[in-house]
């Protein structure tokens, strides 16, 4: 059994220990808004955050998670309240929207260590793929939110 | 009164439900599960449906039915608005819901298509669609008028509400929806006059987009069914070939394996608990493939192939004008060239896959697929059960782009290891190895063209040949005519250009490699080609590239795309200085029943680094239903016309693909993203598609540019291989 901490509930899951965390996050917890994409750690569609660090899930071995804090898009906040969830829909970003929460938790660690980020921060962190092509709105959506933040609303 | 069931709204309540967790896992219902909770959740989940496209609640809720599926395009808030923009309802209390199916087939195919491609959502319904609303609305004034006993004459509707003008009476939709859904439907209710649209042509926030940033949406990969079974696959590396044996033995032991399903060309494992087991043991498991006879092809066997339909002495005719033997004979000038494109994959970002669930009475399937009526269809036949058993379960694709449309073997293979499993809901998925090697590939093409200039510069000629292999050869016999693929052909065979000669053939050249309809389909090599040797063109007459063009499209047939051409060239200051080293290209296309036009600013350093500073796009679509949806369907395009134009290209090696994930099949990331400038210019008058056009004029404005800019003709795509790489 591993121990894991996931959106601030505890579970215990009786998997083996090289599962990677995407798989076990999807087909054992039922937390299905992180998503498979590559399996190689390449397009971000399975980022989740490890103790507020951005990992990319799907090649991540359970037992490596297991002991700490794990944040999935289900647990970034209350009913789509994160600032970055309000930006993404003033902006109308997603398109299709497969790759849209990994985006959303690779800008949500970006914006918890850069809260003002310029482009080229915005460039180094956010190397998620997305095919619709949203990376105009995107971009113009971490803005919008860094500024709500530094707002303080 | 009707009441009808929602089908569609109730399998989401299912799914809504079952992906709320872990709770789930804990719970068992029996062998029809699907069915009884959805019948549990109809009794309390029924509206008066007053059409077959508008249900309206007591409570003033409308929900609007969409036919087409959700995938990115933003069609899901679109359609709708067509219908709601005739029925004159309170835009705020309208949800969008899928049509069922079944329902469909049950009732005559009442929504008329469930096929979503070709950029025909919005412009090949919005005829009926608008019928539907306007129809609606009599009928619930109609009904008003009734229930005062006044002149349906004297009754209006707006904004969800009916007053009778001469006493200010009101009734609410909610009130009268009952009694309208007794009416007969009128067949042929007036329409506004699209001056007087309130809703149509303004933004609309999309009804789909709350849930994909909480990641509620649940894509048909997110199904969760309870005791469901996980499957992973491996299809034969090379196309054509087959399973000749595997040692299921070998994998017994391994965590969750529930058995080995041998297929005809692939092999499946299903796995309990999840797919990363049914995956572990797949990757374990000791395959033998037959490659059958193509094993020895290669990209350069193929461009080989490609070469000799370009030397065939006559090939099928796709266009004859004139007398091109006297405008060559007599030109001044003639220029000849051979353009080259790849293919391409479409990699959509939710991997292919499939959840059955076949049972006695019924088999249920969720599936990313763009026609819920072909899934059905492909569904019945594999299950061999009559069509009237299946029920498609319709959600949002992650990603389409024509991959899911005719193709989807995926749905077949889910079906015949669900059937093999009764009473078992089985999850199939593709690995993204599997779906980069078992795509339907946007066909190669090896295109030679030829022109002549006479004295003055003026172009009298236009010869064009065609290598290219046949999307629509195999699946869709009746679009090639005479040896013509008549989609293959465009971009050519009705190019806008006035050369009084012109003559052109089309060498159909298939390969073992399955092709697809890859977005935008003929009108994304094709336009780089054209577009590209019309620059060539230009410049060889030593005229202005953006004027050259205008010289060509003064006929009134070709007066759209003018004016989008120089809607296009104005708003990116065509004329207008540029940096040192920075230059401009343009191209021009009309496709889908829409104009688009694009100008590129690009430079490029000592060490081949390219910079594209700018793109402006421009799109003439006739009618807009929500701007912002063309908007950022041109910013999609963008995106996936410059990564197919930067990195994009499929190699055969062994008669197999060589490329198998992102890391090998580079997709373009924000780093590389040019600002974008898009111009919408809608004309009105005729509905064009938006979904692909936009793709069209890209990747030759970009290689005109680096013409401009270095003096380097790029024939052949992606640019990786001309040493050129994003700085």
């Not at chain 2, 198998?660 to 580079?666: E, K, P, V």
Request: charged share 20%; with cysteine.
């Amino acid at each position: 059994m591993i121990a894991l901490t996931v959106n601030g509930t505890e579970h215990s899951v009786d998997v083996s220990s090289d599962m990677r965390l995407l798989w076990v996050l999807r087909d054992i917890l039922g937390l299905t808004g992180t998503k498979f994409g590559c399996g190689m750690s390449v397009c971000g569609a399975c980022t989740v955050h490890l103790d507020g660090e951005p990992v990319r899930s799907c090649v991540m071995p359970v037992s490596i998670a297991a002991g700490k804090k794990i944040t999935t898009i289900e647990g970034l906040s209350t009913a789509g309240s994160h600032p970055l969830q309000q930006a993404w829909i003033a902006h109308q970003v997603p398109q299709c929207g497969y790759c849209q929460t990994g985006m959303i938790m690779s800008a949500a660690a970006l914006l918890k260590k850069k809260p003002q980020p310029t482009d080229a921060d915005i460039n180094e962190a956010m190397t998620n793929i997305c095919r619709c092509g949203t990376y105009t709105r995107i971009r113009a959506a971490i803005h919008t939110a860094a500024r709500k933040v530094a707002g303080g609303e | 009164m009707k009441q009808r069931v929602n089908m569609s709204r109730r399998s989401f309540l299912l799914r809504s439900a079952a992906v709320g967790g872990g709770l789930l896992l804990e719970v068992t219902l029996p062998k029809s599960a699907v069915a009884e909770a959805e019948q549990a959740s109809s009794q309390a989940e029924t509206s008066p449906e007053v059409t077959a496209w508008v249900l309206i609640r007591s409570d003033d809720t409308i929900f609007i039915r969409v036919a087409r599926v959700e995938m990115g395009q933003g069609n899901f808030t679109g359609l709708p608005m067509l219908v709601a923009e005739e029925l004159a309802c309170d835009w705020s209390k309208v949800q969008a819901e899928y049509a069922s199916t079944s329902e469909h087939l049950r009732r005559n195919r009442i929504f008329r298509t469930m096929l979503t491609g070709g950029s025909r959502s919005i412009r090949d319904s919005q005829e009926y669609l608008r019928t539907a609303g306007a129809a609606a609305r009599l009928m619930l004034t109609t009904a008003a008028a009734r229930r005062w006993s006044v002149p349906v004459t004297e009754c209006v509707a707006e904004n969800s509400l009916i007053t009778h003008t001469p006493t200010q009476r009101q009734v609410s939709f909610g009130a009268v929806a009952a009694e309208a859904a007794t009416l007969d439907i009128p067949e042929n209710p007036p329409l506004k006059d699209p001056a007087a649209w309130t809703l149509l042509g303004q933004p609309a926030e999309r009804f789909d987009i709350p849930d994909k940033v909480t990641g509620k949406t649940a894509f048909a990969i997110d199904t969760r069914l309870p005791g469901m079974v996980y499957a992973a696959i491996a299809q034969c590396p090379v196309f054509g070939g087959s399973l000749k044996s595997v040692a299921a033995k070998k994998i017994a032991d391994m965590r969750g394996v529930v058995k080995v399903v041998p297929l005809e060309d692939a092999v499946v494992v299903v796995a309990k608990e999840s797919w990363w087991n049914a995956q572990q043991a797949l990757r374990a498991l000791p395959i033998e493939w037959d490659f059958g006879s193509h094993a020895h092809v290669s990209s350069d066997s193929i461009l080989e192939f490609l070469r000799e339909g370009i030397q065939l002495e006559k090939a099928p005719v796709s266009r004859q004008e004139g007398d091109i033997d006297s405008a060559f004979a007599s030109a001044a000038t003639t220029l000849e060239a051979d353009y080259y494109a790849p293919y391409l994959e479409h990699a959509t970002m939710e991997p292919q896959n499939c959840t059955a669930l076949y049972t006695e009475q019924r088999v249920d399937v969720w599936a990313p697929a763009q026609n819920s009526e072909a899934t059905a269809a492909v569904t019945a036949e594999t299950a061999d059960v009559p069509v009237s058993r299946v029920e498609v379960h319709k959600v949002h694709l992650g990603g389409g782009f024509g991959r899911r449309g005719l193709h989807i073997e995926f749905v077949r293979q889910a079906v015949r290891v669900a059937k093999t499993m009764p009473g078992t809901p089985v999850q199939l998925i593709w690995s993204r190895e599997e779906d980069i090697q078992h795509g339907r590939y946007r066909p190669v093409a090896l295109v030679r063209m030829r022109a002549a200039l006479d004295a003055s510069g003026e172009p009298t000629a236009w010869t064009v040949r065609q290598a290219e292999q046949s999307i629509f050869s195999e699946v869709r016999p009746h679009l090639i005519r005479d040896g013509v693929d008549i989609v293959g052909v465009r971009t050519f065979a009705d190019a806008p250009y006035a050369f009084p000669n012109m003559h052109m053939e089309y060498a159909m050249r298939n390969t073992h490699v399955p092709p697809g309809p890859w977005r935008a389909v003929a009108h994304t090599h094709n336009p780089f080609f054209r577009e590209s040797f019309i620059d060539e063109l230009a410049h060889a007459a030593g005229q202005d590239p953006y004027q050259f063009r205008r010289a060509l499209l003064q006929t009134s047939q070709a007066s759209k795309d003018l004016a989008i051409l120089d809607a296009v060239a104005e708003a990116a200051g065509w004329n207008s200085p540029l940096p040192e080293g920075v230059q401009r290209g343009i191209a021009v296309q009309d496709s889908y029943g829409s104009y688009t036009a694009a100008v590129i600013e690009a430079s490029v350093n000592g060490t081949g680094e390219l910079t594209i500073h700018r793109v402006v796009v421009g799109i003439d679509c006739g009618y807009v239903a929500n701007p912002d949806s063309v908007r950022a369907q041109l910013e999609g395009s963008v995106v996936y016309g410059l990564t197919a134009a930067l990195y994009g290209e499929i190699t055969i090696k062994e008669g197999r693909v060589e490329q198998s994930n992102f890391h090998d099949y580079r997709m373009m990331r924000i780093a590389e993203m040019p600002p974008v400038e898009v111009v919408l210019k809608p004309t009105g008058g005729f509905w064009g598609g938006v979904g692909e056009p936009g793709m069209a004029p890209l990747a030759p404005a970009l290689c005109n540019a680096i013409f401009a800019a270095t003096g380097k003709r790029i024939r052949s795509l992606p640019l990786k291989n001309h040493d050129l790489r994003p700085a």
